[in-house]
T-cell receptor, first 111, second 117 residues
Framework: SQQGEEDPQALSIQEGENATMNCSYK?????LQWYRQNSGRGLVHLIL?????REKHSGRLRVTLDTSKKSSSLLITASRAADTASYFC???????????FGAGTTVTVRA | GAVVSQHPSRVICKSGTSVKIECRSL??????MFWYRQFPKKSLMLMAT?????????EQGVEKDKFLINHASLTLSTLTVTSAHPEDSSFYIC?????????????FGQGTRLTVV
C-alpha cells in the first residue's frame, strides 16, 4: 500500500543547481529510505534514515527527517545530468517491516 | 551492495497464457522477497511478501490464484502470472532482504516489463 505523498511530482533544473523534494507519510515508521529509479529499471537504494535521526548525508545527498511532522526531504546538491531519474521515498513499518513507497518525484536535470 | 537478478527483463505473451518471472539473490541469502507492480509514472504497489519455505502473504486486492508466488530456496523466488490478460500488462519488480535485516534497505531486481497481447 502507498503511504507517502511526494512533492513536487516533477522537477526540472539546470545542471549545477540543487534539487529538493519532500515526502510526507501517515503512520509511525522504523526508518525512511530514499530510492532512485531510472526509466524502465529497478530501484537503487540511496540512503536510509532511522526514526531517531534527524539528518543524514551521503556524498551530494542530504536527507532530513521530522517525525513530528511525518515528513522527510531529499536534497541533491550540484546536480548533474546523470541525476535525471525518479526518486521515491519509502517508509518501513515497525510492525511488519514492509516498505511502502511514495508516489515519486521525477527529476530532470538539463545540461 | 547486494545483487538481485530478475529475469526476464521483457516478455510478451498471448492472452490466456502463463508467464513466470524469476528473482534471484546472487550474493546473499534472501529470507524475504517482495513483489511489486508499477504502472506507468506511478509508484510501486506491493503485491505480496514471500518468505522462504512458507506461503506468500498477499496484499489486499491481489488475487493469489492469479499471481502465484513460490519461494522455494533462499536465493530464488518466482512470480507466475496465470491466464494473463491485457490488463496484467505492467512492470513487475522484485526485491529481497537478507536474514535478520528486516529494517534495512531492500535490494531490487531490474524489473520485468510484461506485455500481454
Amino acid at each position: 500500500s502507498q503511504q507517502g505523498e511526494e512533492d513536487p511530482q516533477a522537477l526540472s533544473i539546470q545542471e549545477g543547481e540543487n534539487a529538493t523534494m519532500n515526502c510526507s507519510y501517515k503512520t509511525s515508521i522504523n526508518n525512511l529510505q530514499w530510492y532512485r529509479q531510472n526509466s524502465g529499471r529497478g530501484l537503487v537504494h540511496l540512503i536510509l534514515i532511522r526514526s531517531n535521526e534527524r539528518e543524514k548525508h551521503s556524498g551530494r545527498l542530504r536527507v532530513t527527517l521530522d517525525t513530528s511532522k511525518k515528513s522527510s526531504s531529499l536534497l541533491i546538491t550540484a546536480s548533474r545530468a546523470a541525476d535525471t531519474a525518479s526518486y521515491f521515498c519509502a517508509t518501513v513499518s515497525p510492525m511488519d517491516y514492509k516498505l511502502s513507497f511514495g508516489a515519486g518525484t521525477t527529476v530532470t536535470v538539463r545540461a | 551492495g547486494a545483487v538481485v537478478s530478475q529475469h526476464p527483463s521483457r516478455v510478451i505473451c498471448k492472452s490466456g497464457t502463463s508467464v513466470k518471472i524469476e528473482c534471484r539473490s546472487l550474493d546473499f541469502q534472501a529470507t524475504t522477497m517482495f513483489w511489486y507492480r508499477q504502472f506507468p509514472k506511478k509508484s510501486l504497489m506491493l503485491m505480496a511478501t514471500s518468505n522462504e519455505g512458507s506461503k506468500a502473504t498477499y496484499e489486499q486486492g491481489v488475487e493469489k490464484d492469479k499471481f502465484l508466488i513460490n519461494h522455494a530456496s533462499l536465493t530464488l523466488s518466482t512470480l507466475t502470472v496465470t491466464s494473463a490478460h491485457p490488463e496484467d500488462s505492467s512492470f513487475y519488480i522484485c526485491s529481497a532482504r537478507g536474514f535478520g535485516r528486516t529494517n534495512t534497505e531492500a535490494f531490487f531486481g531490474q524489473g520485468t516489463r510484461l506485455t500481454v497481447v
